[in-house]
């Protein structure tokens, strides 16, 4: 299952966050004018924090990303739950 955010440059490094720490997610894309710019796979299961730490590099990227753009699309595919 696939939802796309619409932000601001300025909130896109709190949304990604906010969503990796929700747990459930399985991929974010970060989008800009339709192409995708950074793709970011989390492992299932894992947790939080550690995904986190991990993607510490990509984080910076991200903010950098954001930075220069008024506005992108946030696309994450969140793991089924059945």
């Given amino acids: 299952m ?3 955010y619409t932000v601001s440059g300025s909130q896109v490094l709190e949304k990604v966050k906010q969503l ?3 747990g459930n997610v399985r991929n974010v ?3 800009h004018e339709g192409r995708v710019i950074i793709e970011i796979p989390l492992s299932v299961g894992a947790p939080a924090v550690a995904v986190t730490i991990l993607a510490a590099p990509l984080l910076a ?3 950098a990303f954001a930075a220069l753009v008024a506005e992108c699309t946030i696309e994450v595919e969140k793991i089924e739950k059945g």
Avoid: Q, V
């Fill in 2 to 4: 696939a939802e796309k």
């Fill in 20 to 22: 990796i720490r929700e």
């Fill in 29 to 31: 894309r970060l989008l």
């Fill in 61 to 63: 990227a991200i903010g």
